[in-house]
């Protein structure tokens, strides 16, 4: 675009110079970038849509005012924590999610925790504890543990789940512009298409759905639980789902890296990595006790700037307005609400072997030292505990009244090796931040 104007020697381009129109179709191209991964989310867990909307544009503006509107990141929802929601509510009970959502909530607070540490004693000292031969591990078995379930999904229609499936790798892999970008959506898109043309799709609760309505329900909330109350859930929700913030945390520094990179500022250092993930964790916990999902920072955001370039926060900050007026359309949630369970189980499936993909990624770009027994222990037992009890016959491992899901154990397992045993390798360099390769979405980043 002739009219961008940089400014200064920052390389950002000041969307104010734009114009307001182009500035508005920007916010709104940016929207529907993140639009595919948020919504995706919600339709796997059984989660509100539209309250996942509202939060994904509240969170957003919400860590814009904590990182002083200098970084331009989205937050949509975290693919990270599907494991957590399905080992609560296995098949979306709607009387279990909020259970899950505050075990959500209180990975939130591991954010909060680690960005006062950060604060206090630098980042260098914090994230030693969470060095790539722990969180690419974790990160795979996220991914592998969740593989049945698309799968079981896929099976329903797989004629639906291939198209979604071809649609997605042939963007990804052949797409040029946004069509790179959003994969996801065009997949979803295609595959909903090709159904409805077959006719294996109900559209009868979309005549019922208002155009207008709150997007926030009481009985979906955390607070709804407080009432009858099962004591022994709730601290199983917690023990198995807070050890996932360890990869999510990884994944928001490899993001805020990879805007720093793009952009050519070291967000890390200004506003500083202790107020990014004050931000994450802030909109995380506030979403998950209204009932939407964690939120999290999101790599397709490092492709629409990389593509528009086009780095002005105010930009993000429109796109999360746009989220939140869509929250307010049921009619629009219905519609996502009638999708065919084979387009979702052939998104999924490409999105959970991505995020196993990612885990491998995660520790060959971190030059992981194998030669050495102790990376090699600490692999082995983190991949073997989470899958291996994630597939046996009782799913979990129960101590006293509360039940361990695999993941949660592989990965406590995995910290405490890490921090007894002799060899520690990994050094983290918050001067000059680079891509961590932890990225969820499905996508590839072009720098």
């Not at 990975?107 to 030693?128: D, N, P, Q, S, T």
């Not at 969180?135 to 229609?157: H, N, R, Y």
């Not at 009858?228 to 990869?247: M, Q």
């Not at 049921?330 to 999105?351: D, E, N, Q, R």
Request: aromatic letters at 8%; a neutral charge; charged letters at 10%.
């Amino acid at each position: 675009m002739s009219e961008k104007t940089k400014l200064g020697e920052s390389g950002i381009y000041d969307a104010k110079s734009l114009g307001t129109p182009k500035v508005m179709v920007l916010g709104l191209q940016h929207m529907f970038a993140m639009f595919g991964s948020t919504i995706l989310v919600p339709i796997l867990t059984g989660l509100d849509v539209s309250t996942t909307l509202l939060f994904a544009g509240l969170g957003t503006l919400l860590f814009h005012f904590l990182t002083k509107r200098k970084v331009p990141a989205f937050l949509g929802s975290s693919f990270a924590f599907l494991g957590g929601y399905f080992a609560i509510a296995p098949n979306g009970e709607a009387e279990l999610l909020p259970y899950a959502c505050f075990g959500v909530a209180c990975a939130g607070l591991v954010y909060l925790i680690l960005a006062a540490l950060i604060k206090l004693f630098g980042a260098g000292k914090v994230m030693k504890y969470f060095p790539p031969v722990v969180t690419g591990p974790i990160i795979i078995a996220i991914g592998l543990t969740l593989s049945q379930s698309a799968i079981d999904s896929c099976s329903s229609d797989w004629l639906i789940a291939l198209i979604a499936i071809v649609l997605i790798v042939v963007c990804n892999i052949w797409g040029k512009g946004m069509i790179k970008i959003v994969p996801i959506i065009i997949g979803v898109i295609g595959s909903y298409l090709t159904a409805v043309v077959m006719g294996r799709v109900d559209f009868s609760s979309v005549a019922d759905a208002a155009w207008v309505g709150l997007p926030i329900h009481w009985d979906n909330t955390v607070f709804s639980i407080f009432s009858n109350l099962d004591s022994k859930l709730l601290l199983t929700s917690i023990i198995t789902i807070v050890p996932i913030a360890l990869a999510t945390i990884v994944e928001h520094i490899g993001d805020i890296s990879a805007i720093s990179s793009t952009v050519g500022r070291n967000y890390i250092k200004d506003p500083g990595l202790h107020r990014t993930m004050l931000g994450d964790g802030l909109a995380t916990i506030v979403a998950s006790l209204f009932g939407a999902p964690a939120n999290t920072t999101y790599g397709e955001n490092t492709g629409v700037l990389s593509l528009t370039k086009v780095f002005d926060p105010m930009v993000i900050r429109l796109a999360a307005v746009f989220a939140v007026l869509f929250s307010f359309c049921p009619k629009f949630a219905a519609i996502i609400g009638c999708m065919p369970t084979a387009t979702v189980g052939g998104v999924s499936l490409v999105l959970y072997g991505m995020i196993s993909a990612v885990g491998v990624r995660n520790v060959v770009e971190s030059r992981c030292d194998f030669s050495k027994s102790r990376n090699v222990i600490i692999a082995a037992l983190i991949l073997v505990l989470s899958i291996g009890i994630k597939y046996s016959a009782a799913g979990s491992i129960t101590i006293g009244f509360v039940s361990l899901s695999g993941l949660a154990v592989g990965a406590l397992v995995g910290i405490i090796l890490n921090a007894v045993l002799p060899g520690k390798d990994y050094v983290y360099d918050e001067e000059e931040p680079t891509d961590t390769g932890v990225n969820f979405a499905v996508m590839s980043k072009e720098k």
